[in-house]
């Protein structure tokens, strides 16, 4: 067993909304995140953090299954383990691997499963920003924050925008599917019959009414152009004034292109 496919994407770009769409699916679900296909066998995951750290609250396994899953060199042996061991899927099922940080390691990834389906997020570097400022330093003056985080955090996304296009020239080859939040909250419908015809699953309009959410992460029981547009709610204009000139090009190469 192998997942029927992967997402990726930078964080906090919709990955766990794409998830909690798909497990509306009957006969598919998820735990939270992986990250095995970073590594270079399942054994070298057993120790692989943060990653390894969130699987027993994340697919509901123990310390004794993660043993067990993780002693083999076979990623398809990891994840049928990995099926047989956890308790928070609904089974029998099909499982997809969740893991945004997928994106900035793709080529590892593609390594380890080259046959995979990978769907790929972004969105507006802007709300990146908000993102992690939401969650890491509303308490903090606001001009110190970015001084402190964004330099770092405009490098680790250039890299996952770096990747994307190598992924559009084919310089990196696979089975891709590259979606902005924007595209899934503005145009939902047509953008999710998109994502779904790319893994092989027709769309159900009843996938939009996220019932059993299992993470904090999704917040609403619907789809809203809020989620994407929520740093426009929250911030001053002169806070966005200033974002945008920090991001400087960015926001032309990335999101504008």
């Not at 899927?89 to 691997?97: A, L, N, Q, R, T």
């Not at 250039?158 to 590259?178: A, C, D, M, T």
């Amino acid at each position: 067993m192998m997942p029927k496919f992967v997402i990726g994407g930078v964080e906090h770009s919709g990955t766990t909304l794409l998830s909690d769409i798909f497990r509306q699916v009957p006969g598919l679900d998820s735990g939270f995140e992986v990250g095995v296909l970073l590594c270079n066998t399942p054994k070298e995951f057993r120790t692989f953090k943060p990653f390894i750290d969130q699987m027993p609250a994340g697919w509901g396994l123990t310390e004794e299954d993660l043993d067990y899953i993780c002693d083999t060199d076979s990623f398809q042996d990891f994840y049928e383990r990995l099926y047989e061991k956890s308790q928070i899927i609904k089974k029998p099922c099909e499982i997809f691997d969740k893991t945004p940080r997928y994106a900035w390691g793709i080529e590892k990834c593609i390594s380890n499963y080259p046959d995979g389906k990978y769907i790929l997020t972004y969105k507006d570097p802007r709300a990146l920003f908000y993102s992690n400022y939401k969650r890491y330093g509303e308490n903090v003056n606001f001009k110190d924050f970015i001084e402190n985080n964004l330099p770092k955090s405009i490098k680790y996304w250039l890299k996952i925008y770096e990747n994307y296009q190598k992924i559009k020239k084919e310089e990196i080859k696979g089975n891709f599917l590259i979606v902005s939040l924007e595209e899934i909250t503005f145009d939902c419908r047509k953008t999710l019959e998109k994502i779904f015809e790319f893994v092989g699953l027709e769309f159900n309009l009843d996938y939009l009414l996220l019932r059993n959410l299992r993470y904090r992460h999704t917040r609403a029981d619907y789809i809203s152009a809020k989620i994407a547009l929520e740093y426009r709610f929250k911030l001053k204009k002169e806070e966005i004034k200033i974002i945008t000139q920090e991001l400087g090009g960015i926001l032309n190469e990335w999101f504008y292109e």
